[in-house]
């Protein structure tokens, strides 16, 4: 493939490849590396993952840290106001994730990567040292408001690599994600209250036992000081040529020959990129489309993280299944076992024969029996309980994670480059707020249902689950034509 290339690039190869430009340079080792890129993939891996670390390890312990800041006056009011900590951090990222994006297109994924783990360094850790309600909220604010990793690392998985592996590249950085938002809980269910768990190791007067819930904040803060130090080796895949429209021609056509396209094909394509490179991002419908949807289900999952730590924690009396933190984290660690496994041996078969957009509809489909048998396991007990909640936790986080990675997909491929950076930036912030507006959403209806549970339609923790079921139905009906189509049969459009 190399050797086709070079004679393609001669007459204009000065124009075309610049050395110093560091899209450049990626574009020949993509053109010239014909394998998995496994150590760039590395570094997307762990950078994903500490993107979604902060935002989930405190969903075990955000119960008790609330209940010790002594802000709600009955247990029942616990959810309410657990819930604006959870969206704080949504909050404070859906107001600079199109910021955070353009940035990564004008100076590059790296830079905001680095200032992302920073901030991650910095305010996760004074979260953990929290000993006001006010100060849970800024601080989590603080690292919302500065959290432009997940954009630009989307973006970056797509360029890193060859155009047969951007669906291994998105879905690196979607397992990576998955596995965070599970192991983050395992982080905070198991390390939160140590003085209190492991009272042979930690005193209740050393720094650990006066603020509880810093252990977990802080080894999450130093495995980012790790990724930050890794990031210095991460390459630039940003073309920096300058302004002019020939230099995004020449940019293209480098792209074009990196993923093993020819330049007869390549041409076939320049009037769709351009349509899409010239049209405005929100006229892009395939874009906005997969965005939208994207979102319901983004939705859909973040309220039932914040469901199920609340419910799970809760007293039965109230509906609950009375387990402890560390109980939970134990769920949620098997659960990112399981999705690890399905991830590396599953996935890449079944989604090469479906395609995303059906996998999409199949795996919403089983979602929506799955979330209505929650309710019923505050029945069981024992061993029987454990494997329900095990077994269901599981099969959950499978599903949500393949509706993600495959609207990633679709997301990446209805833009060009120097617009992926906005156009995830894009979806980032319209997911931030549907996700800021879920744990709050999703707190003050866990504090209704557990002030309701004598009713006689849907009583307490039934109406919970009905709620996440009637979302995950919005969300299926929207993956169907003419809503959401197939990337193919919209470039057919197109080039009609």
């Not at 850790?125 to 604010?141: D, K, N, P």
């Not at 040529?241 to 093993?260: M, P």
Request: hydrophobic share 45%.
């Amino acid at each position: 493939m190399a050797e086709r290339a070079a004679p393609l690039l001669a007459p204009s190869e000065e124009a075309t490849h610049h050395e110093n430009c560091p899209g450049c340079r990626q574009d020949r080792r993509n053109r010239l590396h014909l394998g998995i890129p496994y150590r760039e993939f590395f570094y997307v891996w762990i950078v994903a993952l500490c993107s979604a670390l902060p935002i989930s390890s405190l969903y075990p312990f955000l119960y008790f840290m609330i209940r010790d800041l002594d802000i709600a006056k009955r247990e029942e009011d616990i959810g309410f106001y657990a819930g604006f900590v959870g969206s704080a951090f949504m909050l404070g990222r859906a107001s600079t994730s199109i910021l955070w994006g353009m940035v990564a297109d004008r100076y590059g994924r790296r830079p905001v990567i680095m200032i992302s783990l920073l901030a991650v360094i910095v305010f996760n850790t004074l979260f953990g040292l929290s000993t006001r309600y006010w100060m849970a909220i800024m601080t989590r604010s603080f690292l919302g408001f500065l959290s432009g990793l997940l954009g630009p690392i989307q973006a970056y998985a797509s360029e890193v690599c060859r155009k047969e592996y951007q669906a291994l590249g998105l879905s690196v950085v979607d397992t990576s994600w998955a596995m965070g938002l599970v192991f983050g809980p395992a982080i905070g269910g198991f390390l939160a209250q140590p003085a209190e768990k492991y009272p042979n190791i930690f005193s209740a007067e050393c720094l650990f036992g006066r603020f509880p819930y810093f252990l977990p904040c802080l080894c999450i803060s130093l495995f980012s000081v790790g990724a930050l130090i890794a990031c210095f080796w991460l390459p630039e895949t940003l073309h920096m040529h300058g302004e002019s429209k020939v230099e995004d021609e020449h940019i293209n056509v480098l792209e074009a020959l990196s993923n093993g396209s020819n330049l007869k094909g390549y041409r076939g394509e320049t009037k769709q990129r351009r349509l899409f490179s010239d049209q405005s991002l929100l006229k892009n419908w395939l874009l906005m489309s997969s965005i939208i949807v994207y979102c319901i289900f983004g939705l859909q999952s973040t309220a039932y993280s914040e469901i199920f730590s609340l419910w799970s924690v809760s007293n039965k009396k109230y509906g609950g299944l009375s387990f402890s933190s560390q109980e939970v984290g134990m769920v949620l660690a098997i659960s990112g076992i399981s999705l690890l496994v399905y991830q590396l041996v599953l996935f890449p078969h079944i989604e090469k024969h479906l395609g995303p957009i059906n996998l999409t509809r199949a795996v919403a489909a089983l979602l929506i029996p799955l979330l209505a048998s929650y309710p019923f396991m505050t029945k069981l007990s024992g061993f029987i309980l454990n494997l329900s909640v095990n077994c269901a936790s599981s099969l959950r986080s499978i599903f949500s994670s393949t509706i993600t990675v495959g609207l990633n997909i679709l997301q990446n491929n209805a833009v060009s480059q120097h617009q992926r950076g906005a156009a995830n930036g894009m979806a980032v912030t319209a997911l931030s707020l549907f996700k800021a507006f879920a744990p709050a959403g999703a707190g003050i209806l866990f504090s209704w249902a557990q002030n309701h549970q004598g009713v006689s339609i849907l009583p307490g923790d039934y109406i919970v689950f009905f709620v996440l079921d009637m979302v995950g139905v919005v969300g299926l009906l929207l993956t169907f034509k003419p809503f959401l189509t197939q990337p193919g049969k919209k470039k057919t459009t197109v080039n009609t």
